[in-house]
T-cell receptor
Framework: GENVEQHPSTLSVQEGDSAVIKCTYS??????FPWYKQELGKGPQLIID?????GEKKDQRIAVTLNKTAKHFSLHITETQPEDSAVYFC????????????FGGGTRLMVKP | DTAVSQTPKYLVTQMGNDKSIKCEQN?????MYWYKQDSKKFLKIMFS???????INETVPNRFSPKSPDKAHLNLHINSLELGDSAVYFC???????????????FGPGTRLTVL
C-alpha cells in the first residue's frame, strides 16, 4: 500500500520567515495530494491541495509543488505569522477506493514572534 | 451549525468495557470516515462508508464496529476496550467519491478516548 513520509517532524521559524515541509510517497498511482493544518484540540482542516496534472499551486501565502517523477511534494508558507503555528499533515490518495487518504507523520510548526 | 460533530469529546473508561462514539454531518455528504490519531499524532484511516455501505476497512480489529443508520451519521462502537485503543478518533465526511473524483474531507473535532 501507499507510504507517505514527511520531514521535518518539527520546524521552528522566526515570524516573517518562510517554512518548507517536504513529503515523499511510494505509490506512483497516487494522484491527489492535500495538506491539512491541525490546531491544538481541533480536527485537521484542508489548507491546500494539488492534483497530479499540476506542478504547482498557490493560494496567498501558501504554495504546494509536486514532482511526480521523484514522487515528492512540498508545502511552502511565506511570511509566516504566529497563527500559522500548528501541526501540518501531507496526504496522498489515488482518488478511488473510497477516496482513502494516507497521511504523513506530521510536522509541528512553531512561529516565534 | 457545526459541519461535522462528534460526541463525546472526551471518553475515559476501563479496560474491557464497551463504548460508542457518535458522528453526525450536516453537509449533505455521501461518504463518511473514521480515523485514529495515536499519541505520536499519526493519523490512520479505519473505515470509510459511502451512502451507508462500507467501502474501506483498514485491517481494524473486529472489536470495532461502525454503524451507519443513515447518510448523515456514522457511529463507532468498540467492544472489549484495550489499553492500545487509547487515542483521538476523528470522524470525517466528503461528497461522493469514486473514479477520479477527489473531494475535500471535512473533519470533526475529535473524541479523546482514554482506556485505563
Amino acid at each position: 500500500g501507499e507510504n507517505v513520509e514527511q520531514h521535518p517532524s518539527t520546524l521552528s521559524v522566526q515570524e516573517g520567515d518562510s517554512a518548507v515541509i517536504k513529503c515523499t510517497y511510494s505509490d506512483s498511482a497516487s494522484n491527489y495530494f492535500p495538506w491539512y493544518k491541525q490546531e491544538l484540540g481541533k480536527g485537521p482542516q484542508l489548507i491546500i491541495d494539488i492534483r497530479s496534472n499540476v506542478g504547482e499551486k498557490k493560494d496567498q501565502r501558501i504554495a504546494v509543488t509536486l514532482n511526480k517523477t521523484a514522487k515528492h511534494f512540498s508545502l511552502h508558507i511565506t511570511e509566516t505569522q504566529p497563527e500559522d503555528s500548528a501541526v501540518y499533515f501531507c496526504a496522498a490518495s489515488k482518488g478511488n477506493a473510497g477516496n482513502m487518504l494516507t497521511f504523513g507523520g506530521g510536522t509541528r510548526l512553531m512561529v516565534k514572534p | 451549525d457545526t459541519a461535522v460533530s462528534q460526541t463525546p469529546k472526551y471518553l475515559v473508561t476501563q479496560m474491557g468495557n464497551d463504548k460508542s462514539i457518535k458522528c453526525e454531518q450536516n453537509l449533505g455528504h455521501d461518504t463518511m470516515y473514521w480515523y485514529k490519531q495515536d499519541s505520536k499524532k499519526f493519523l490512520k484511516i479505519m473505515f470509510s462508508y459511502n451512502n451507508k455501505e462500507l467501502i474501506i476497512n483498514e485491517t481494524v480489529p473486529n472489536r470495532f464496529s461502525p454503524k451507519s443508520p443513515d447518510k448523515a451519521h456514522l457511529n463507532l462502537h468498540i467492544n472489549s476496550l484495550e489499553l492500545g485503543d487509547s487515542a483521538v478518533y476523528f470522524c470525517a465526511s466528503s461528497r461522493k467519491t469514486g473514479g477520479l473524483i477527489y473531494n475535500e474531507q471535512f473533519f470533526g473535532p475529535g473524541t479523546r478516548l482514554t482506556v485505563l
